[in-house]
């Protein structure tokens, strides 16, 4: 009996850990937000990101934890169309100064062939995102492997989110 009752607890820690990857231990987290700053012009703590794995890639947003700041919501949506704008053209050296280069998914994503990443911005009520789509299998797995690292590394200051949540539409 003791055998059952344990494996079943062990099931248990496995249903409730992370979807998306291990969790980043808390110094590089604490790296991670410091290097953030120095990238992301708008406030960590006014913010949450947002990472959605899709079938064919993933959204990426950044929203308000309090809606109603119009100063934060504008620098949210700047630097989420830089973002949007430089990924489009293979520049992902704003992951890479704030995760490191070795950041996984990276490394893939670098070496897409134009056209194999379709990148598209779009403002929301309280933030933006970005749509991340792909038809090749090694992108939309780069993809979700770049989305698991922002989770972990990010911790609290991100989290998981669902593709059918269009509720913070503009």
Do not use: C
């Not at 120095?38 to 308000?64: C, E, W, Y």
């Not at 992902?92 to 990148?119: C, E, R, T, W």
């Not at 998981?160 to 503009?170: I, N, R, Y």
């Amino acid at each position: 009996m003791n055998t059952i009752v344990s494996a079943l607890m062990a099931l248990a820690l496995l249903a409730v850990a992370p979807v998306f990857g291990q969790t980043a231990d808390a110094s590089r987290q604490d790296s991670v937000r410091q290097r953030s700053a120095d990238v992301m012009p708008f406030d960590m703590n006014a913010t949450t990101h947002v990472f959605t794995k899709t079938p064919s890639g993933g959204i990426q947003r950044v929203v308000l934890k309090t809606p109603g700041d119009t100063k934060q919501t504008a620098l949210i949506r700047r630097h989420l169309r830089d973002i949007a704008n430089k990924f489009a053209r293979g520049d992902f050296g704003a992951p890479a100064d704030v995760h490191g280069a070795g950041m996984p998914g990276l490394a893939a994503l670098k070496s897409a062939i134009p056209g194999d990443l379709q990148v598209r911005y779009r403002d929301l009520r309280s933030g933006a995102e970005i749509r991340y789509s792909s038809r090749n299998p090694k992108i939309v797995s780069a993809l979700h492997e770049w989305m698991d690292a922002q989770l972990a590394d990010h911790g609290t200051d991100a989290m998981a989110g669902h593709d059918h949540d269009d509720s913070m539409q503009h």
